[in-house]
């Protein structure tokens, strides 16, 4: 399916049938168990410039589990980065050492300039090193979305058909942008719960509506407790606001509890890309339909499923 | 006609010689000759440069125009100008006649001639060659290659 040495750096490269190849590979590791022969002797370089606990601990557990070895680090500090290296230096000098690399970054674009690079390596005659995009930014996080994906397909059996809410701050959030390019591809109802200050930005509407995907924008929780499927939480960000009086206008609205979570459909779910602050009480962590801590654990089979395409260990 | 001078020329004033050999840039929009003139680096060299500003024209109103002497543009150039002015004519001057006449178009991709406006974009962070591609011409609107930021007229910049 063309996955060999692909840069994973933005979901819109992505095709349908390219994402469910994905979810069933990974459905597949999930079921058989990892195969921890199949990346043996392969190396993955983590970049990570910003912090991140889920993206670098599954990709990590992922190469292992497959039995890559992995040469990390985690923040700049100790590398040269703090000695002013630019990333461009940065990539050519780690593509040496490893076969993949998957980056975080803070400047949005960071991850297609990394792919360029390694293509360009190329041409004096190296290996293409394949970049992982693992965050750029406010830009995207592919991988997110495909694990977002494939928890909506594990919990529900399937994506076409389904009611989901995206709940919190639709403006800057990536997760919700991401998933909602990725979820134009099927055939869903996507209800965008904010405060108007904080709803879905212009362009991600003219999108859908350029695709005829139906939507609904709501400012209350209540709107759609009770018939989503998929409630997906995001983090009200204290620092996007410009002054503190606007955020705590919106930061109490925008939170479910184990009550507020009882009125939903036995079979719904309820997701977070995490970190969570204070959206989802504690209290609601003991409902069966809370499924962030799982969805998170979805990472793991997603991310060793595009490591071996993308590594050529498995078509 | 008489040269590269026009009649309309004559009517806007410009009896200025007309140039032997060179470029005349017409169908600026008023306010950007200068704008152009600069970017050219037209005021850095030693052959006469006629700048014309806010003349009357009948398609646009008002415009702009630039005749330089011995100096013809480079495809960096034009694509440079259709930023400035998408609706430019860029009239090349042999041995006083018009020798060719060519429209200015956006190009598909602009490679290192546009700035990303995304502030936190890698392109302008670090040393990295600005790669954006037209999406509309009117208005016009860019995507940027790294960032998939969309750069709307009014707000492009160009490289320096």
């Known amino acids: ?315 | 006609m008489a040269g590269n001078t026009t009649s309309k020329d004559a009517k806007n004033g410009l009896m200025v010689r007309p140039i032997k050999d060179g470029t005349v840039i017409d169908h600026i929009p008023p306010g950007k000759g200068i704008k152009i003139a600069e970017m050219l680096n037209l005021f850095r060299q030693d052959s006469v440069v006629i700048i014309g500003q806010n003349l009357e024209s009948t398609k646009y109103g008002r415009k702009d125009l630039i005749k330089v002497e011995n100096r013809f543009l480079r495809s960096d150039e034009y694509n440079k100008i259709s930023l400035i002015a998408p609706n430019a004519t860029i009239n090349i001057i042999k041995d006083y006649e018009i020798h060719e006449k060519k429209k200015v178009t956006v190009p598909d991709v602009l490679e290192d001639v546009a700035v990303c406006t995304n502030a936190n974009c890698i392109s302008n962070k670090e040393p990295v060659p600005s790669r954006l591609y037209t999406v509309s011409r009117d208005p016009l609107v860019l995507v940027c290659h790294y960032c998939n930021f969309e750069c709307k007229e009014g707000l492009i910049r160009l490289k320096a």
């Not at chain 1, 840069?7 to 095709?15: A, E, G, L, R, T």
């Not at chain 1, 985690?74 to 076969?99: C, F, H, Q, R």
């Not at chain 1, 504690?282 to 997603?302: I, M, T």
């Open chain 1, 1 to 315: 399916m063309g996955f060999v040495n692909r840069d994973i750096v933005s979901i819109k490269d992505f095709k349908k049938e390219e994402l469910e190849h994905i979810f069933k590979t990974a459905e597949k590791m999930e079921k058989d168990g990892y195969d921890s022969t199949l990346l043996r002797g392969r190396k993955v370089g983590l970049l990570f410039y910003e912090p991140s606990t889920r993206t670098r601990m599954s990709f990590d557990a992922a190469a292992h589990a497959l039995g890559a070895e992995t040469i990390w680090f985690a923040g700049v500090e100790g590398t040269s980065v703090m000695k002013g290296e630019t990333l461009k230096d940065t990539i050519e000098t780690v593509a040496n050492y490893v076969d993949l690399i998957v980056m975080r970054h803070p400047f949005d674009g960071s991850a297609r300039w990394a792919a360029d690079v390694t293509t360009n390596r190329t041409k004096r005659g190296h290996k293409k090193v394949p970049i992982i995009n693992g965050g750029d930014g406010k830009n995207e996080h592919p991988t997110q979305t495909m694990l977002d994906l494939y928890s909506i397909r594990k919990t529900q059996g399937r994506i076409d058909g389904l009611e989901i809410a995206m709940v919190g701050d639709l403006k800057y959030g990536r997760t919700v942008h991401s998933l909602s390019y990725a979820l134009s591809m099927y055939d869903c109802k996507l209800k965008y719960v904010a405060p108007d200050s904080l709803q879905i930005p212009e362009h991600i509407e003219t999108f859908l509506n350029r695709n005829h995907i139906q939507f609904t924008k709501h400012s209350k929780i209540e709107d759609i407790i009770s018939s989503a499927d998929i409630i997906y939480m995001t983090r009200i960000q204290k620092e996007r606001f410009p002054d503190e009086n606007e955020y705590n206008k919106v930061k109490g609205i925008f939170k479910i509890n184990r009550a507020l979570l009882s009125r939903a459909k036995p079979t719904a779910r309820l997701m977070h890309p995490l970190p969570r602050v204070d959206e989802i009480s504690v209290d609601a962590d003991e409902d069966l339909r809370a499924y962030y801590f799982e969805q998170a654990g979805n990472g793991v089979p997603v991310r060793a499923a595009l490591l071996s395409l993308v590594m050529g260990a498995i078509e």
